[in-house]
Every structure is written in C-alpha cells, then in structure tokens.
C-alpha cells in the first residue's frame, strides 16, 4: 500500500514561487506514476503535472507550462512541484496521486488510485 505526504504549501505574493514536496512510502517512485492535480473551492480536481517513470519525464497542463516543474529526489523516495510565477488563479488545495503502472501518462484524476491529504497554495497580494 503506498502512501503520500504532501507538504510546502503556504500563502505567497502573485509572482512568487513555492515548492511542494510529495513523500512518496512504499516502492520506489520507478514503480510509480505520480501526479499533481489541484482543486479550487467550487471546481472540480484538475490535473496539473503527471511525471512518466517509463519515459523519464514530465507531463503538464497548458495552464502551469513553463512555470511548475516536477522533479523526483531517488534517494528519498520523493517527488516536487517547483511552482514559479505564481498567479492567483493557482489557488487551491494540491494533491499528489499515485498509479502503480509506471506507464500511465494521464492528468485525468480518476487514472489514479492513491492520494495524499493536500496542501493549501494561497496567491494572494
């Protein structure tokens, strides 16, 4: 059973950056499909990055290209989402999700079957 720890949300100024952290138990990330998706207060869950372990990369959603950035740290088991110039239309609770298929490119929420508890993101001046 894998289990995530989100965590590196907070309340900053548009233009600023923040970096989430996703500390992945388990197996190692190879093993896995992680993702980030968010939810905005009265929107449905969106996805936002999904990194491949088959391919070695990341996957993003038109509206972060360019400004978030996935990132895996091996040796802890942990994956990021460096977010830069930031907006406050990027307000919103952020999740990571895991699929144990290493070959899953999908920013669809229902593709995943396991999740962490969410970290609040604030944009706000």
């Known amino acids: 059973q894998v289990q995530l720890v989100e965590s590196g949300g907070g309340l900053v100024q548009p233009g600023g950056s923040l970096r989430l952290s996703c500390a992945v138990s388990g197996r190692s990330l190879d093993y896995y499909t992680i993702g980030w998706f968010r939810q905005a207060p009265g929107k449905e869950r969106e996805g936002v990055a999904c990194f491949s372990s088959s391919e070695g990369r990341a996957y993003y959603t038109d509206a972060v290209k360019g400004r978030f950035t996935m990132s895996r740290d091996n040796a802890n088991n942990t994956m990021y989402l460096q977010m830069n110039n930031l907006k406050p239309e990027d307000t919103a609770v952020y999740y990571c999700?895991?699929?144990?298929?290493?070959?899953?490119?999908?920013?669809?929420?229902?593709?995943?079957?396991?999740w962490g508890q969410g970290t609040q993101v604030t944009v706000s001046s």
């Open positions: 999700a895991a699929d144990p298929s290493q070959y899953l490119i999908s920013l669809v929420a229902a593709d995943f079957g396991f």
